[in-house]
C-alpha cells in the first residue's frame, strides 16, 4: 500500500499576459505544464507529481507548487532499521498517526501470533484480536503510555508506547515495545494460591485467638501440631486434669494458656508454678498458705496459698516430677477432695481449680522406680497431650521464623529478614532446644546483623557456633531411660550440711538456666571440670548429660 504526502519544498511563479515575470528554482519544462493544465480553468490541480494551486494578483497570476512524495508504508525504514529492530528481543511496533501498524518486528509478530501489517489497530481490536491499542491510547493522551494488552491467544503483554514527534511538533509516529508477561501471569497465579492458603492459616489461627481477644503464639502448620491443636480445642471445653509431656522447649506453657484460654475459666486468671525451682522447704507454704504463727517468719495474719489464689481458674504445675514425693501426696488430696489446708490450721478450705501438670520425665518410669506416686500419676494422667519435638514437625520451623522476625520488629524496632537458603538451614537443624532454642537464636541473629538481610553465612556460623545443649535424657514420655528423682535441699542440719544443700541447690538452678555446662560454670564462678566433680557428688548427673567443651 502506497500513500501521497505533499513535500515542504514550496516553489512558485507569476504569470502576466502569458508572461513569466517572476520565479523560483523552477524548471522552465514543468512552468509549461502547469501553465498549459491551468489554462483548462483548475485552481488546484495535480501535475507530474506535484501539487498547485493558483491565486489572482495584482501582478497576475501567482502560481503556488509543492512536489508530493509516493512511498510505501516501509519506505521509511532503511534496511539498517529493520535489521536493528528484527535483533531486539522485545516486541517493536510502529503505528502511524491514524494507528496504522507500519512496522512489526519477527519477535512481535511471533509473541502476538499474527502479523498485523498495513491494519489500523481499531479494526483489530472490533474483530476481537486484542483488547486494547496502545497506539490509540498515545494518540489521545500525547504522551508516552504503558499497558497490560491480552491477544486472542491469551497472551498478557505488557507494552509501552512512546510518542515520536516531527519538527513542528506534530504527533508522527508511535513506537511500541512489547514483553510478554505470560509467565509473570502465572507466578501471580501461584502467589495469589499461595495467599489463599495463607489465608487460610490465619483463619485457622484466628479459630485459635477467640474472635480476637486470645494472643496465642502458637505455631500450628504441621500436621504433628495441629492434631495436638485439635486435642486441645476439645479437652479445653471439660474441667479434666491434662497432663502435657515433650521435651524441654517444646512449648508446653503455650498449651496450657491456650486450654486456659478456651475453657469456661478464661475470665479468671491461670497461675503457674515451677515446680523444681521452689525449694521444697518452700513449696507446702507456697503452694498450701499458712496461718498466723505457723512457723518463725511467718507473715502475720498467714497467707493464702496459690491454690487459694487461683480458685476459679487454672493451676500449671510446671516441672512436675520435681515435685518431692511428701508433697505430691497432698497435691493428691487437693485432686481428690478439692479441697486445701493451710500450714497450722486444722480447717480445710474448698477451692475450684483446673489442674494441668507438664514435665519432660518419663512418669511411668519414675512411677516403677518408685520416685513418683503412682496414684497421683492416674489422676494426672485422665488427659495426656504429648507435643512433638521441632525436629518431628520441621514444617513449622520456617513460620516460627517468620513469627519470632515479626516479634523482633516489634519489641525492638529492628526490621530483619533471612534469606530463602538460609531459611532452609534452619529448618534441616535439629534444634535440640527446640522453640526456646530458635527464638533465642533468632533474636540473637536479629540484634548481631548489620544488614537488613541475615544470609546463609551468618545462619551457618551461628549453628556452628552453638553450645553443646544440656538435655534431659528422656525427652519423650514413651522412652524409658532410668533416672532418679533431684530432690531438693534440705537447708538443716550441721553448717557443712547446709553450705553443701545450698551449694547443690545453686548448681541445680544454674544447671537449669544455662544452655552448656560451661555457661553453668562461668555463671557459678568455677571451672568446667570442679562443676563436673560436683555434679557426679551430688548425683546430678541422672538429670543433665553434658561433653567436654
Known amino acids: 500500500m502506497s500513500t501521497e504526502v505533499i513535500d515542504k519544498e514550496e516553489h512558485f511563479f507569476v504569470v502576466n499576459n502569458q508572461e ?26 495535480k501535475i507530474s507529481g506535484h501539487f498547485v494551486h493558483v491565486l489572482e494578483s495584482a501582478q497576475g497570476d501567482l502560481f503556488y507548487v509543492r512536489s508530493m512524495k509516493q512511498f510505501s508504508d516501509l519506505d521509511f525504514m532503511n534496511p539498517l532499521s529493520s535489521k536493528v529492530l528484527n535483533s531486539i528481543s522485545d516486541g517493536i511496533t510502529i ?27 481499531k479494526d483489530v481490536i472490533k474483530e476481537g484480536l486484542m483488547s486494547d491499542s ?52 502465572s507466578l501471580e497465579k501461584e502467589v495469589k494460591k499461595l495467599e489463599v492458603q495463607n489465608e487460610n492459616f490465619k483463619i485457622k489461627l484466628q479459630t485459635l485467638q477467640n474472635e480476637g481477644t ?61 515446680c523444681s525451682a521452689i525449694p521444697e522447704t518452700l513449696l507446702e507454704s507456697e503452694l498450701f498458705g499458712y496461718e498466723a504463727g505457723a512457723f518463725t517468719g511467718a507473715v502475720k495474719g498467714g497467707k493464702a496459698g496459690l491454690f487459694e489464689i487461683a480458685s476459679g481458674g487454672t493451676v500449671f504445675l510446671d516441672e512436675i516430677g520435681e515435685m518431692p514425693l511428701l508433697m505430691q501426696a497432698k497435691l493428691l488430696r487437693v485432686l481428690q477432695e478439692s479441697e486445701v489446708q493451710r500450714i497450722g490450721s486444722g480447717k480445710p478450705i474448698t477451692i475450684d481449680v483446673r489442674i494441668i501438670a507438664a514435665t519432660n520425665r518419663n512418669l511411668a518410669e519414675m512411677v516403677r522406680q518408685g520416685s513418683f506416686r503412682e496414684d497421683l500419676y492416674y489422676r494426672l494422667n485422665i488427659i495426656p497431650i504429648e507435643i512433638p519435638s521441632l525436629r518431628q514437625r520441621r514444617e513449622d520451623i520456617i513460620p516460627m521464623v517468620n513469627h519470632f522476625l515479626a ?37 540473637r541473629m536479629c540484634l548481631l546483623a548489620t544488614q537488613p538481610e541475615i544470609t546463609i553465612n551468618t545462619v551457618q556460623e551461628e549453628l556452628d557456633g552453638s553450645p553443646i545443649m544440656v538435655r534431659h535424657t528422656e525427652p519423650n514420655r514413651f ?13 538443716s542440719g550441721s553448717l557443712k550440711e547446709q553450705v553443701e544443700g545450698f551449694e547443690k541447690l545453686l548448681i541445680k538452678q544454674a544447671l537449669s538456666e544455662h544452655a552448656s555446662i560451661r555457661q553453668a560454670a562461668k555463671t557459678l564462678g568455677c571451672n568446667q571440670s570442679t562443676l563436673v566433680r560436683k555434679i557426679q557428688k551430688y548425683q546430678l548427673t541422672r538429670h543433665v548429660t553434658y561433653e567436654e567443651q
Open 407 to 443: 516479634l523482633m520488629e516489634e519489641k525492638y524496632g529492628v526490621y530483619r529478614k533471612i534469606e530463602s537458603s538460609a531459611l532452609k538451614i534452619l529448618e534441616a537443624y535439629d534444634w535440640p532446644g527446640n522453640v526456646r532454642q530458635l527464638k533465642n537464636t533468632v533474636e
Open 20 to 45: 513569466i515575470i517572476a520565479k523560483s528554482d523552477i524548471s522552465t519544462e514543468l512552468i509549461e505544464k502547469i501553465v498549459n493544465e491551468y489554462s483548462n480553468g483548475q485552481e488546484t490541480f
Open 214 to 274: 486470645i494472643k496465642s503464639n502458637l505455631i500450628a502448620v504441621s500436621p504433628a501440631m495441629r492434631q495436638v491443636v485439635a486435642r486441645v480445642m476439645r479437652v479445653a471445653e471439660v474441667d479434666s486434669t491434662v497432663l502435657i509431656g515433650g521435651e524441654s522447649g517444646v512449648g508446653k506453657e503455650e498449651i496450657t494458656k491456650l486450654i486456659h484460654a478456651y475453657s469456661r475459666r478464661s475470665h479468671k486468671q491461670i497461675l503457674t508454678i515451677n
Open 479 to 491: 522412652e524409658n531411660p532410668i533416672r532418679e528423682q533431684m530432690e531438693a535441699p534440705h537447708l
Open 95 to 121: 503505528c502511524d498517526r491514524q494507528s496504522k501498524i507500519l512496522f512489526q518486528n519477527d519477535n512481535d509478530i511471533e509473541i502476538v501470533g499474527m502479523n498485523l501489517m498495513g491494519r489500523y489497530a
Open 134 to 185: 496502545i497506539s490509540m491510547k498515545v494518540i489521545e493522551s500525547q504522551e508516552k503510555v504503558t499497558i497490560l494488552q491480552t491477544y486472542i491467544n491469551e497472551k498478557c503483554l505488557l507494552v509501552s508506547g512512546n510518542p515520536i514527534f516531527d519538527e513542528d511538533g506534530e504527533l508522527q509516529y508511535i513506537v511500541a515495545i512489547t514483553r510478554d508477561m505470560t509467565q509473570l501471569k
